[in-house]
């Protein structure tokens, strides 16, 4: 069966730095569109980022220029780099097979002094 597993998240000052990450398992992963979404308490899922199997990218206004999505097909795995992270940001992080049921545990990102 399809398995994708988050790691990576934690608690971080606002400013700093966070790489999440998701090994895929059970797909032909490369031909898949996958995909970051977060849920904050009391807020509805969004999309934060995909990565179509061209490597072509999809980024949230909010988060643009600050989240680098990436994937390694040898690795079967997506990476989310986050940098000058803020409290805004502050969420559980899921990864997902894009436009499919499939989804991670999730992640928990903290930013806080």
């Known amino acids: 069966q399809v398995q994708l597993v988050e790691s990576g998240g934690g608690l971080v000052q606002p400013g700093r730095s966070l790489t999440l990450s998701c090994a895929a398992s059970?797909?032909?992963?490369?031909?898949?569109?996958m995909a970051w979404y977060r849920q904050a308490p009391g807020n509805q899922r969004e999309l934060v980022a995909t990565?179509?199997?061209?490597?072509?990218?999809y980024i949230l206004d909010s988060v643009k220029g600050r989240f680098t999505i990436s994937r390694d097909n040898a690795k079967n795995t997506i990476g989310l780099q986050m940098t000058t992270l803020k409290p805004e940001d502050t969420a559980v992080y899921y990864c997902n097979v894009f436009r499919l049921p499939y989804w991670g545990q999730g992640t928990q990102v903290t930013v806080s002094s």
């Open positions: 059970g797909i032909v992963f490369t031909i898949y569109t």
């Open positions: 990565i179509d199997s061209a490597d072509r990218t």
